[in-house]
C-alpha cells in the first residue's frame, strides 16, 4: 500500500504540472514548488502556526497584519514546546488511577516513553501539516484538521496545570494555567469571533454602499479609481441583484493602489492616469496579479480602453480612452467610503485616497 500511494503520487503530480494546473501570477496562490513558494513558505507558516497556537486569526493576513502575525507565530513555538514538555513529563500516570494516587507518584517518575513518543509526533505532523497549506492565501478554514491536536494539547495542559496546583507547584500551574486561559480558552475564542463579527458588519454595510453608487450612477460605466480597500471589491457584484435599468451599466475597478493619484483629461474622451507608488501595494490586489503588467498593454474593456504606458515598482502611468466621458461615473476612496470624483472639473487632479479613520 505504501508503494501504491507513491505511484499515485507520482502520476498525480506528473498530471498537474504537464497540463500546466496550479496558479500563475498570483501573489497570493502560490504554485507548490515553485521558487515564489519556497521564499513565502517559512513566513506563512508561522501565520499559521500563530493561529494554531494562540488563536490569532491567520484571516487578517490579507489586512495587511503579517508583521504582528509573525511576532505572534515566533513566539507560539518556543511556549508551544514548553507546554509539550510539561504535558510530557507528566504522562507517566496511568488513565486508571486515582487523583490520590497520581498526586502521590514521584516527581521524579519516567514519563510513558510510548505515549511520549506518539503525543510529541501528533504535535510534530500538526505543525508539519501546515506546510504544504502555505500555498494558499492564510486563513482558519486551513487549520481545522490541526488544531484539533492543539485542542487536545490545551486540554492536557490544562489538566497538568490543575494536577501541578493540587501537588504544590503552583507557579508551574499557574503558567499552564495561564497560557491555556489566555490562548486556549480566553482570546481564543475572541480570535475566532472578530473575523465573523467584522464579515458581518461588512456584509451589512455594502449593500448600502452599493445601493448608493447604483443610484449615483445609473446607466453609465463606474470607473473605481484609488480605491485601497479590499471589501468594495465586492461591490460590483451587488449590481447583479438589480434591474439593468437600476444600476451601472458596467462597474470597473482600475486601481487599487494607496499611493498618490494624478488624472490629467488630454482630450474630451482622453485621460492619463499617473500613480505615484507600488501599483500592487495591497495584498488584496496581488490575490490577481503578483508582477506589474508589462507596457506597453492595451485592454479594451466595456465602456473604456485602457493601455499601460508605464509600470514600474514605483510609478504606474495608464490612458484611459472613455469614448462616451458623458456616460462615465468617477469614483475615487476619501475617508473609507465611494465618492465621487469629478473628472472633468479641470485639467488635472491629484488626489491621495484615504481609508475610514480607526
Request: hydrophobic share 45%; glycine share 8%; proline share 9%.
Given at each position: ?13 506528473g498530471?498537474y ?7 500563475h ?11 515564489s ?8 507558516w ?20 503579517q ?5 505572534i ?15 510530557v ?5 496511568d ?24 503525543l ?9 501539516s ?26 492536557m ?10 501537588a504544590?507547584?503552583r ?8 497560557w491555556v ?20 458588519r ?6 448600502e ?18 480605491v ?30 494607496p499611493g ?5 483629461q ?45 509600470s514600474?515598482?514605483?510609478?504606474t ?17 476619501e475617508k473609507?467610503?465611494l465618492?465621487?470624483l469629478d473628472?472633468?472639473?479641470g485639467?488635472?487632479?491629484e ?6 479613520p480607526?
Open positions: 500500500m505504501p508503494l501504491d500511494g507513491f505511484l499515485l503520487t507520482l502520476v498525480f503530480l498530471m504540472f504537464s497540463l500546466d494546473y496550479g496558479s501570477h498570483s501573489g497570493a496562490y502560490l504554485q507548490p514548488g515553485s521558487p513558494f519556497f521564499r513565502e513558505c517559512l513566513l506563512r508561522l501565520v499559521l502556526v500563530a493561529g494554531l497556537l494562540t488563536g490569532f486569526p491567520p484571516d487578517l493576513w490579507l489586512f495587511g497584519a508583521p504582528l502575525q509573525l511576532a507565530g515566533i513566539l507560539a513555538l518556543p511556549l508551544g514546546a514548553l507546554t509539550l514538555r510539561s504535558v513529563r507528566n504522562l507517566d500516570c488513565p486508571e488511577q486515582s487523583l490520590d494516587q497520581r498526586l502521590g507518584q514521584r516527581s521524579n517518575s519516567e514519563p510513558d516513553p510510548l505515549r511520549a513518543r506518539r510529541m509526533a501528533l504535535c510534530v505532523g500538526a505543525l508539519l501546515i506546510l504544504p497549506l502555505t500555498s494558499g492565501i492564510p486563513g482558519g478554514r486551513l487549520l481545522m484538521l490541526p488544531s484539533v491536536i492543539a485542542a487536545a494539547l490545551f486540554g495542559a490544562a489538566r497538568r496545570a490543575a494536577r501541578a496546583w493540587l504544590g507547584s507557579r508551574r500551574g499557574l503558567l499552564l494555567g495561564a486561559a489566555l490562548f486556549g480558552i480566553g482570546l481564543h475564542p475572541l480570535f475566532r469571533a472578530l473575523v465573523p463579527l467584522d464579515m458581518a461588512i456584509g451589512k454595510a455594502l449593500p454602499v452599493a445601493q448608493g453608487i447604483a443610484e449615483r450612477c445609473r446607466g453609465t460605466v463606474a470607473l473605481a479609481i484609488g485601497p480597500d479590499s471589501n468594495s471589491a465586492y461591490v460590483g457584484s451587488l449590481f447583479l441583484q438589480r434591474p439593468a435599468s437600476e444600476r451601472p451599466s458596467v462597474f470597473h475597478m482600475l486601481s487599487m493602489a498618490r493619484h494624478r488624472l490629467t488630454l482630450g474630451s474622451d482622453r485621460f492619463q492616469l499617473e500613480i505615484d507608488g507600488d501599483f500592487l501595494a495591497l495584498p488584496w490586489a496581488r490575490i490577481y496579479r503578483d508582477t506589474a503588467v508589462p507596457s506597453p498593454l492595451s485592454l479594451a474593456l466595456e465602456g473604456v480602453q485602457v493601455e499601460s504606458l508605464e514600474t515598482p514605483t510609478t502611468r495608464l490612458a484611459l480612452h472613455v469614448p462616451s466621458p458623458e456616460s462615465a461615473c468617477w469614483l475615487t476612496l473609507g467610503e465618492v465621487p473628472a472633468t472639473a485639467p488635472a487632479l488626489w491621495t485616497p484615504s481609508l475610514r480607526q
